[in-house]
Every structure is written in C-alpha cells, then in structure tokens.
C-alpha cells in the first residue's frame, strides 16, 4: 500500500475512533429530548408578552431533533396565538443553537468556539426574527397558517 | 516515558463523554425506565437515517486526508480566500445534510489544515436551510416567509461568522 494511503488511513480511522463515542453520546442525548419533550409542552411556556421571542429561542435552543419537528410545532404555536416573532426566534434557535450538542462541539471545535457560536446563534434567532417579521410587513406577507 | 504511557492510558475526553452519558442515561433508567424505553426507538430510527451521512463524512475525511494538501485548504477556506471562501462555506451548509454534529469532525479537521472560523462558524449556520425540507416549510409558513428566512439565513451567517471570529481571534490575541 503507497504511504500516503497508509498515512491518510490512519490519521481517518484515528478521527473516527476519537469521534465515534462523542457522535453516540450526542445521539443518546437527542434521542432521550426528541422522546420525551411532547410537542405541547412548548405552548405552555409562551406568555404573550414581549418575552416571548426570548422564550422562542431558549425553547428551540434546547429542542433537539429534525427541523421537520420545529416546522410543525411552529405551525401549532401559531394555531394557539403565539406570536410570528416568537415562532421564528424558535424556528431559527432550533436549528442553529444547539444546547444538547454543546459538549460534542465543544470537544471538536473547542468550547471557545462552541459557547460564542451558540450565544451568538441564539441573540441572532431573536434579531432575524425582528427582522422577518418586519420585512413582511413592509412588503405586505401575511404569514400562513395552516388549518 | 511513564508519563507518556500513562497520558496513553487515561480515557480522552470524548469517551469521558461518552461513559457520562450512559451514566446518565442509567440513572433515568433506574429512575424512570419508561423515558428510557420510550428514546429506544428513537435512537435506532436516527442511527438509521444517519449512518450513510457518517460513513460518507468519513470517506470525505479520508479524500481530505489523502488528496487536500493543507496549502490548498488555507487557499480554498483560509484567511485568503475572501469570497470563495464564504460561497464554499454557504452553499456547503446548504447541501450538507444530516444532523449537525455529524460535521464536527470534518470541520474539525479542515480547521486544524487552516480554515477560517469565520468560515466555520458561517457553514454551522447555514445548516438551517434545507433543500429538501423547504417545500415543508413553505407548505407550512407559506412562499414568502420561506423565501426571506431563507436570504436572512445566508446574509447572517456571515454576520455570524464575523463576529465569532472577532471573539474568538480578539480575545486569543489580547
């Protein structure tokens, strides 16, 4: 076997033992959230107030699993008079922040790294939020819910 | 020497991790068995849905490793790469596919060889469009919410990327 094949083998199969136990402990820790956070736990946490964007974010932030999931809780929080705002905050923080992963991105990418994206993806879901709702109010969208 | 063996011998962080989570997970069990046997399909429906995304990371991560000098990963994701480095990164996040931590490694990897964090930060990001997922999305929100998170998303991962990369970058160099 030429030596740069052997080389790229072994540096590849060093990454994947040092990976594979961080990738089970993440998938462990998903899979306990996905099943045992039900869908309508979410709605109770909404206020009606202001604090609601932050409460979008915090609740998608710790939510883990297939955006498909985040799409159809939104959905249903729109449904019971949760704010756009707030939905969106919690739509975006569902896929960008990430508090279960935390560790594992820490461990990859170091905690430096790991803590400033996350603080920063959670205070931008918020701020995209703001931003989406006001864009469709200037150019006239009403958003969909469905029935 | 002894030391060096003995630093061999230590579990590394990540199976630390590992052996807290089924510490944990334990615990619930004893606790509360039902949580547990409830996760139990979960977690075998996702290891099926990931397992092709992960040997596919892994066999990039070897293409990487046998073809991608460290020059080129500097020149293509580097500090140097201005605008191809940030397309690279955008539509990367767009495409990729799979739970988010299955590409810590890989971008762990292209770090170490000189990618920008910034660049990094930027592909996390963008994993919030999904291709696939968008006639969801659009079924559930409607065309025109789509379409502005959609540019949103892009336009902040950059923001994002930015600011991560001040952080960080700023504060290692003070």
């Given at each position: 076997?030429?030596r740069?094949?052997?080389?790229?083998?072994?540096?590849?199969g060093?990454?994947?033992?040092?990976?594979?136990?961080i990738?089970?402990?993440?998938?462990?820790l998903?899979?306990?959230?996905?099943?045992?956070?039900?869908?309508t736990w979410?709605?109770?946490?909404?206020?009606?107030?202001?604090?609601d964007?932050?409460?979008?974010?915090?609740?998608g932030s710790?939510?883990?699993?297939?955006?498909?999931?985040s799409y159809?809780?939104?959905?249903?929080?729109?449904?019971r008079?949760?704010?756009?705002?707030?939905?969106?905050?919690?739509?975006?923080?569902w896929v960008?922040v990430?508090?279960v992963?935390?560790p594992?991105?820490?461990?990859?990418?170091?905690?430096?790294?790991?803590?400033?994206r996350?603080?920063?993806?959670?205070?931008l879901?918020?701020?995209?939020?703001?931003?989406?709702?006001?864009?469709?109010?200037?150019?006239?969208?009403?958003?969909r819910?469905?029935? | 020497?002894?030391a060096?063996?003995?630093?061999?011998k230590?579990?590394?962080p990540g199976?630390?991790?590992?052996?807290a989570?089924?510490?944990?997970?334990?615990?619930?069990?004893?606790?509360?068995?039902?949580?547990v046997?409830r996760?139990?399909?979960?977690?075998?429906?996702?290891?099926?849905?990931?397992?092709?995304v992960?040997?596919?990371m892994?066999?990039?991560?070897f293409v990487?490793?046998?073809?991608?000098?460290?020059?080129?990963?500097?020149?293509?994701?580097?500090q140097?790469?201005?605008?191809?480095?940030?397309?690279i990164?955008?539509?990367?996040?767009?495409?990729?596919s799979?739970?988010i931590?299955?590409?810590y490694?890989?971008?762990a990897?292209?770090?170490?060889?000189?990618?920008?964090?910034?660049?990094?930060?930027?592909f996390?990001y963008?994993?919030?469009?999904k291709?696939?997922?968008?006639p969801?999305?659009?079924?559930?929100?409607?065309?025109?919410?789509?379409i502005?998170?959609t540019v949103?998303?892009?336009?902040?991962s950059?923001?994002?990327?930015l600011?991560?990369?001040?952080?960080?970058?700023?504060h290692?160099?003070?």
């Amino acid at each position: 076997m030429p030596r740069t094949i052997h080389i790229a083998l072994k540096k590849t199969g060093k990454a994947l033992i040092q990976a594979l136990p961080i990738l089970a402990g993440v998938l462990t820790l998903v899979s306990l959230a996905v099943a045992n956070i039900p869908k309508t736990w979410y709605a109770r946490l909404f206020t009606n107030t202001p604090l609601d964007p932050v409460i979008g974010a915090a609740a998608g932030s710790v939510a883990a699993g297939n955006p498909l999931t985040s799409y159809i809780i939104g959905g249903e929080l729109l449904r019971r008079g949760v704010s756009l705002l707030a939905v969106i905050a919690f739509l975006m923080a569902w896929v960008t922040v990430g508090f279960v992963q935390l560790p594992a991105e820490a461990m990859f990418l170091g905690r430096r790294f790991a803590v400033t994206r996350n603080v920063t993806a959670f205070v931008l879901a918020i701020v995209v939020a703001m931003l989406s709702v006001l864009t469709m109010r200037l150019v006239g969208i009403t958003p969909r819910i469905t029935p | 020497m002894t030391a060096r063996r003995a630093a061999q011998k230590r579990p590394s962080p990540g199976m630390l991790f590992f052996l807290a989570t089924a510490f944990f997970t334990l615990i619930l069990w004893l606790v509360r068995p039902g949580a547990v046997r409830r996760a139990v399909p979960f977690f075998l429906t996702i290891l099926g849905e990931i397992w092709p995304v992960l040997v596919f990371m892994f066999v990039l991560m070897f293409v990487l490793n046998l073809f991608i000098s460290p020059q080129a990963v500097k020149r293509w994701l580097g500090q140097a790469s201005r605008q191809r480095g940030w397309f690279i990164a955008v539509i990367g996040g767009i495409v990729s596919s799979g739970p988010i931590y299955l590409w810590y490694p890989l971008l762990a990897e292209l770090r170490k060889q000189g990618m920008r964090t910034a660049l990094a930060a930027a592909f996390l990001y963008n994993r919030a469009v999904k291709p696939a997922l968008l006639p969801l999305l659009i079924y559930y929100f409607g065309l025109g919410l789509t379409i502005i998170l959609t540019v949103y998303t892009a336009i902040f991962s950059i923001v994002q990327g930015l600011i991560v990369e001040r952080l960080i970058e700023g504060h290692a160099g003070e």
